[in-house]
């Protein structure tokens, strides 16, 4: 089909150019002579019709494009060559100071937001991070679960949004543009038909000029449109500015384009025809994507202002305020809907991102969850879902109620264990966000994640790599005084430390974590962390993560396993590099 459409492309421009050529051989050919009229007729119609083919077809070819391109990345996604190629990063998302978005790689290049998202707006990006990055309650996640399920076979409607505006990705700020919307009128609406009069008065005056008649009216009018604008032009300016600041005209036609493919969709399900009624008004099919269009042609009006046209019409037609008064109006009919149009818009992209996971991970399970008690969390065959499928390898991990509340994961060098806990961090977070998860099974209650798995030292702040770690450890313990269980995930404990502290102050800290009913792993290179286990029976268990030598190369199976490491392959690592220890 592109191929096609691509060849009739070709075609098409190069019939322009031969009717664009052929008319300037017939008009030299009949310089000075008798051209005629029919045939210059002819030759502008038959252009104008091939252009508007020519850009009818550019448009199809675009949208096939995209649409091969939507059937790439997913087949992408699922041999695991996603990476860098499909999908938003969610850069802008990015928090240091969050409990776990930057240590789990939630948002950025490679990123479980780049798996799932498949949103075509900004409050579609907004709301899949908002989930990502704050867990939902239960009763909230299981009404995601029923509507991922319904929209799961939906892949129609999945392309149909991806090859709208194919390729762009526009600017709407969706709180400017509410606060926007829902703001007072600030131009009377009584002035209207008195600037309409007046920039029609212009006009007329200008058509009598251009006649031969007198040009003393615009004298007259001259002094009223510049009364008018002195009056009106600040608070008229700031609506126009409060709409530029907002949004762009290309992204409110993203935006209505969007909203037309999903109000076209019928649904069965209860819950997905609802979210669908508060785009469609519940009785005006179309009353999100018309209304939302309408402020697209206002939006491009806005855009339009510093143009040397509209320039030149500011004063004669009260450009500014002409277009100040068709935003007010707007508001007026439509301001009180935005916000509501912008969550249902935006959870229902987020809804189709994750539902497109879920089609392309039909062996996934939805987690279970244990309301109320104790923390748990209990996870079989749990695998890392940024791993490619054929090297991830699966691992059963228990905490809480049946389990140790904590465990401590000595092992060598590369032999897994940040990937262990990001394994269950992540899949904690899937399963947080409404999500399938990456395990043969998940029961878990709802708890908030802390991690400390990444800490360096700060130049530019003055922070050593301890001190950054202490300060993320302060962190992952607030959220011990929120209503939820706490999950904890710590690499490399306290590394930055002699031996001895660390022994003395991890202990401590496993001690106020259980006391709090928190549960979690702590990784180590330090044997001295495993002797906490026999501080706390049953309550703390040591695990680990091994390697062997074989054929002259260390070989790593990443599973996990009971008890403490038995060796180390620090000395082993170092000779087979060249380094001679």
């Known amino acids: 089909m592109v191929a096609e459409r691509e060849r009739v492309h070709v075609r098409l421009g190069n019939a322009k150019v031969?009717?664009?050529?052929?008319?300037?051989?017939?008009?030299?050919?009949?310089?000075?002579?008798?051209?005629?009229?029919?045939?210059?007729?002819?030759?502008?119609?038959?252009?104008?019709?091939?252009?508007v083919w020519h850009e009818l077809t550019i448009r199809a070819m675009t949208?096939?494009?995209?649409?091969?391109?939507?059937?790439?990345?997913?087949?992408?996604?699922?041999?695991?060559?996603?990476?860098?190629?499909?999908?938003?990063?969610?850069?802008?998302?990015?928090?240091?100071?969050?409990?776990?978005?930057?240590?789990?790689?939630?948002?950025?290049?490679?990123?479980?937001?780049?798996?799932?998202?498949?949103?075509?707006?900004?409050?579609g990006e907004a709301r899949l991070a908002s989930w990502l990055s704050s867990a939902g309650e239960p009763p909230a996640i299981r009404e995601r679960h029923a509507r991922i399920v319904g929209l799961r076979p939906r892949i129609d409607l999945r392309e149909r949004i991806a090859v709208v505006n194919a390729g762009e990705h526009r600017r709407i700020e969706a709180d400017r543009l509410i606060a926007w919307a829902e703001a007072r009128s600030a131009v009377p609406r009584w002035v209207r038909p008195i600037a309409v009069l007046l920039a029609l008065a212009f006009a007329a005056t200008v058509v009598v000029v251009l006649f031969g008649g007198s040009a003393l009216p615009m004298a007259f009018l001259a002094p009223i449109d510049l009364a008018v604008l002195w009056w009106l032009f600040k608070p008229a300016n700031a609506v126009v500015d409060g709409l530029s600041s907002a949004t762009e005209s290309a992204g409110l036609d993203l935006l209505w384009r969007v909203i037309a493919?999903?109000?076209?969709?019928?649904?069965?399900?209860?819950?997905?025809?609802?979210?669908?009624?508060?785009?469609?008004?519940?009785?005006?099919?179309?009353?999100?994507?018309?209304?939302?269009?309408?402020?697209?042609?206002?939006?491009?009006?806005?855009?339009?202002?510093?143009?040397?046209?509209?320039?030149?019409?500011?004063?004669?037609?009260?450009?500014?305020?002409?277009?100040?008064?068709?935003?007010?109006?707007?508001?007026?009919?439509?301001?009180?809907?935005?916000?509501?149009?912008?969550?249902?818009?935006?959870?229902?992209?987020?809804?189709?991102?994750?539902?497109?996971?879920?089609?392309?991970?039909?062996?996934?399970?939805f987690p279970e969850f244990v309301e109320g008690g104790d923390a748990i969390f209990d996870g079989v065959d749990l695998a890392h879902p940024l791993i490619p499928a054929a090297t991830a390898v699966a691992n059963t991990v228990g905490l809480g109620p049946g389990h140790a509340s904590v465990l401590i994961v000595s092992g060598s060098?590369?032999?897994?264990?940040?990937?262990?806990?990001?394994?269950?961090?992540?899949?904690?977070?899937?399963?947080?966000?409404?999500?399938?998860?990456?395990?043969?099974?998940?029961?878990?209650?709802?708890?908030?994640?802390?991690?400390?798995?990444?800490?360096?030292?700060?130049?530019?702040?003055?922070?050593?790599?301890?001190?950054?770690?202490?300060?993320?450890?302060?962190?992952?313990c607030d959220l011990l005084d929120s209503p939820r269980r706490v999950i904890f995930l710590f690499d490399e404990l306290l590394s930055g430390t002699n031996s001895k502290d660390r022994r003395i102050a991890a202990e401590g800290l496993v001690r106020m974590l259980l006391a709090r009913r928190a549960i979690g792993m702590i990784t180590t290179h330090d044997l001295a962390l495993t002797e906490i286990a026999a501080m706390f029976p049953g309550e703390v268990r040591n695990v680990h993560l091994q390697d062997h030598v074989e054929d002259g190369q260390m070989r790593f199976d990443y599973k996990i396993r009971d008890g403490i490491i038995t060796h180390s392959n620090a000395l082993e690592l170092m000779r087979m590099i060249g380094l001679d220890v």
């Open 413 to 476: 060098n590369m032999s897994g264990k940040s990937t262990l806990m990001r394994t269950v961090g992540l899949n904690t977070v899937l399963a947080l966000a409404g999500a399938p998860v990456l395990a043969s099974r998940l029961r878990l209650t709802p708890v908030s994640v802390g991690t400390c798995l990444r800490h360096t030292d700060s130049l530019r702040e003055g922070r050593s790599g301890f001190y950054t770690e202490a300060l993320r450890l302060r962190l992952v």
């Open 63 to 123: 949208r096939a494009e995209a649409a091969v391109r939507f059937y790439a990345d997913g087949i992408a996604r699922i041999e695991d060559r996603w990476v860098g190629t499909t999908g938003a990063t969610g850069d802008r998302f990015r928090n240091s100071d969050h409990p776990y978005a930057d240590d789990l790689d939630v948002f950025g290049r490679g990123s479980l937001f780049q798996l799932l998202s498949g949103a075509r707006t900004p409050m």
């Open 261 to 365: 493919e999903i109000e076209r969709e019928r649904f069965d399900d209860a819950a997905l025809s609802a979210l669908a009624a508060r785009l469609n008004g519940g009785g005006n099919a179309a009353a999100a994507s018309v209304g939302v269009a309408r402020l697209a042609r206002v939006s491009d009006w806005t855009d339009s202002r510093h143009n040397v046209f509209a320039r030149l019409l500011e004063i004669p037609a009260l450009f500014t305020l002409q277009v100040a008064f068709a935003a007010e109006s707007w508001k007026a009919r439509h301001g009180a809907q935005v916000r509501g149009w912008v969550d249902a818009v935006g959870e229902m992209e987020a809804l189709l991102s994750i539902a497109g996971y879920a089609f392309e991970h039909p062996a996934d399970p």
């Open 18 to 51: 031969a009717i664009f050529l052929g008319a300037i051989v017939y008009g030299a050919v009949t310089l000075g002579g008798d051209p005629s009229l029919t045939v210059w007729v002819a030759l502008v119609a038959a252009y104008l019709a091939l252009a």
